[in-house]
């Protein structure tokens, strides 16, 4: 298939002179970088119902992989399994650099393939496991084809870790793409139209609505001339309103039949959430918000918070392939920090059994949590290897009260409200026994 087929030249064109993101391969000694949607065990808890080992047999494609994070960040933790990883890029100068990335690393377990997504259907390429699309489909002239492609070579139980940008948090950034067409006109030098930009962005007053947004929500243009292209001079970019996703790739009437699980990087499902948006002191109407089905709460939560820029989402053919709670075969399991039972057995109990404020500094999210009348004595005892049923055995043999003990069903309810927080900020995952341990790379 010749790789310059199917594509928007001018996108192309962009990637070929300003790889993104910018990486310089000298750097893997110095880091690994983590992307959000590839961190296995996340991925085995709401795309394999935690019970994937990732041990054998593991197919990958990062499709539109550019310079290589999700790819160098998947092939590191497969390292030493058999998995096959595909890297697929249009663009020869970001292939380039994932090549020498991975090479450096010694990583032998990646294929690079260049050419566009688009003839994925066309490549003979056996069937994924998993699919990486992170920030490509806005970038098409037909996002829908891209998407089509993708289906075309995922595996009937597979999954897709898609990101596309979102429309609400981004609306300083199409406020200044407008501008610049305006200010760059029929300017055709990269570097002249990087200069005027650079220019502008130094003189806009504090009114201007990207300068507004700038200390939280973009941060791109600050790294380099990659960045700052990629974010305000792109030629190609749309974006996605939660509503809009859930039309396209949902299981309504025209949509693509898929279960759609949102995770936010570092913060989980909280944006999503009216009653983590709110915070601390929520109006009284949110109790009622919060019976509403859970697409329009998201639809909702992402007008209150108004700080999504991208939407990172899991996409699966079937709501049971995320880890249930309520199963005691399960093990819970904290990630993404490094945190203790013992250290959130206090913080929970920090108000003797009565609702108290969780502030969690990553995510941001400060709300009020009723920690059930166990939850601390719970949280004490997860410790990644022991199962709910072992935990809750443990709980009634420590058990001291004057009544019986409660049984699993009782302690599953009590638990339900802190499980459910800690699980929205993607701190408390769960696993199969039969996946072995969280991590593979262990």
């Not at 940008?165 to 006109?185: D, P, S, W």
Request: aromatic share 10%.
């Amino acid at each position: 298939m010749n790789p310059t087929a199917n594509y928007l030249p001018d996108v192309k064109n962009q990637y070929e002179a300003l790889p993104y993101p910018a990486r310089d391969p000298a750097d893997e000694g110095k880091r690994l970088i983590l992307t959000w949607l590839d961190d296995l065990p996340m991925l085995n808890h709401y795309c394999f119902a935690g019970r994937r080992s990732f041990a054998s047999g593991f197919r990958v494609l990062v499709a539109g992989g550019g310079t290589g994070d999700g790819t160098i960040f998947l092939a590191e933790q497969l390292r030493h399994t058999d998995a096959q990883i595909v890297h697929l890029d249009m663009s020869g100068a970001s292939l380039a650099i994932a090549r020498e990335r991975a090479a450096l690393r010694k990583l032998g377990n990646i294929s690079f393939l260049q050419d566009s997504l688009l003839n994925l259907p066309q490549l003979g390429l056996a069937a994924f496991d998993y699919i990486n699309c992170s920030g490509v489909l806005h970038h098409l002239a037909d996002p829908d084809a891209g998407f089509r492609a993708l289906r075309s070579v995922l595996k009937p139980d597979g999954a897709i870790g898609l990101m596309v940008y979102a429309t609400a948090g981004r609306t300083g950034v199409y406020q200044m793409q407008a501008l610049m067409r305006m200010v760059n006109g029929a300017e055709p030098d990269t570097r002249r139209k990087i200069a005027n930009t650079r220019e502008l962005l130094g003189s806009l007053p504090p009114s201007n609505w990207f300068k507004r947004g700038e200390a939280d929500l973009y941060h791109d243009h600050k790294h380099d001339d990659a960045g700052l292209y990629d974010l305000l001079l792109h030629s190609q970019d749309r974006a996605y309103s939660v509503d809009e996703l859930f039309d396209w790739l949902g299981a309504g009437e025209h949509g693509h039949g898929m279960q759609l699980q949102f995770t936010d990087v570092q913060r989980g499902r909280a944006p999503y959430l009216p009653h983590m948006v709110l915070g601390a002191k929520p109006p009284a109407l949110l109790a009622r918000l919060r019976q509403l089905p859970l697409r329009q709460q998201y639809a909702m939560a992402e007008l209150m918070g108004g700080s999504i820029t991208t939407h990172s989402l899991f996409l699966t053919r079937d709501a049971s392939c995320t880890a249930p709670y309520g199963d005691a075969d399960y093990i819970p399991f904290f990630f993404h920090e490094p945190l203790d039972g013992a250290t959130l057995a206090q913080v929970f109990a920090s108000n003797k059994g009565q609702p108290f404020l969780l502030q969690h500094q990553h995510s941001g999210v400060a709300l009020t949590v009723n920690p059930g009348r166990y939850g601390p004595q719970i949280l004490r005892l997860i410790d990644g290897q022991r199962s709910f049923g072992q935990i809750f055995e443990q709980f009634r043999q420590d058990w001291k009260g004057k009544a019986a003990a409660p049984d699993n069903a009782a302690l599953f309810a009590d638990f339900a409200e802190s499980y459910e927080t800690l699980n929205a900020i993607e701190r408390l995952l769960l696993r199969h026994p039969d996946a072995g341990v969280a991590d593979p790379t262990t």
